[in-house]
């Protein structure tokens, strides 16, 4: 079945310095690839997306890269804050249907 | 901004018992909706697709008997957890696409914890 697996599952940087998470996925129908930023107790939040007509965004801090021919996809985060301490999880959606990372637990030490 | 809530927040109840979960839209339209379930520290399990006006799909290993998915109008899904058992105990999560726009976007809902005794 569809299978998306990320990478590292915890992930421990010093303010300031960038932190990446990557992902792969299964499925060749994927077209629509979301991150979601989970805050301990609370509901996931999408932080940023990127569809498969498109290699790259940014959005400030936040930037994903999508290689559809190797069916990677990454989220890189610049001058990390405390504040971006979470958990982070990619998705990999087709049609209705999204399949989610296990996650990726960040920490950002002052 | 799609608006989506969930109740109750948290909720316990004893072993043996149902308990029903509900997702609304509250500012959107939404003809699907996703139930999840996270276990602590881990990721979000997609349990069932919620479909107005149909019967839910389930995903493989999750008993349709045991979790009730009733899609009744286009702004409210349920969950019912029945006869409920210590195991049960988890964070559900509902989300849902808004209906005719940006279909892939999903909107969380706050989550429902449910603890068994």
């Known amino acids: 079945g569809e299978n998306v697996e990320q990478h590292p599952s915890t992930l421990s940087v010093q303010e300031g310095d960038s932190a990446v998470i990557k992902c792969t996925y299964s499925d060749s129908a994927s077209n629509y690839f979301p991150w979601y930023k989970q805050e301990l107790g609370k509901r996931p939040q999408l932080i940023i997306d990127?569809?498969?007509?498109?290699g790259e965004k940014k959005d400030q801090r936040i930037a994903v890269t999508l290689n559809k021919t190797a069916k990677h996809f990454s989220l890189h985060i610049t001058e990390t804050q405390p504040e971006d301490s979470a958990v982070y999880f990619c998705a990999a959606a087709g049609g209705f249907k999204t399949i989610f990372g296990a996650g990726t637990r960040l920490f950002v030490k002052a | 901004g799609a608006v989506v809530s969930q109740h109750p927040s948290r909720v316990i109840c004893k072993s043996g018992t149902s308990v029903k979960i509900e997702c609304r839209s509250l500012d959107f339209q939404a003809t699907t909706m996703f139930w999840y379930r996270q276990f602590p520290k881990k990721s979000l399990m997609l349990m069932a697709t919620?479909?107005?006006?149909?019967?839910?799909?389930?995903e493989q290993g999750v008993e349709k008997d045991k979790f009730l998915i009733n899609h009744a109008s286009l702004t409210l899904s349920t969950l019912t957890v029945t006869s409920a058992h210590p195991e049960d105990s988890s964070f559900y999560i509902c989300?849902?696409?808004?209906?005719?726009?940006?279909?892939?976007?999903?909107?969380f809902g706050p989550g429902t914890r449910l603890l068994v005794l």
């Open positions: 989300s849902a696409p808004r209906a005719g726009r940006d279909q892939e976007t999903q909107y």
């Open positions: 919620s479909n107005e006006g149909s019967k839910a799909t389930y």
């Open positions: 990127i569809r498969s007509n498109v």
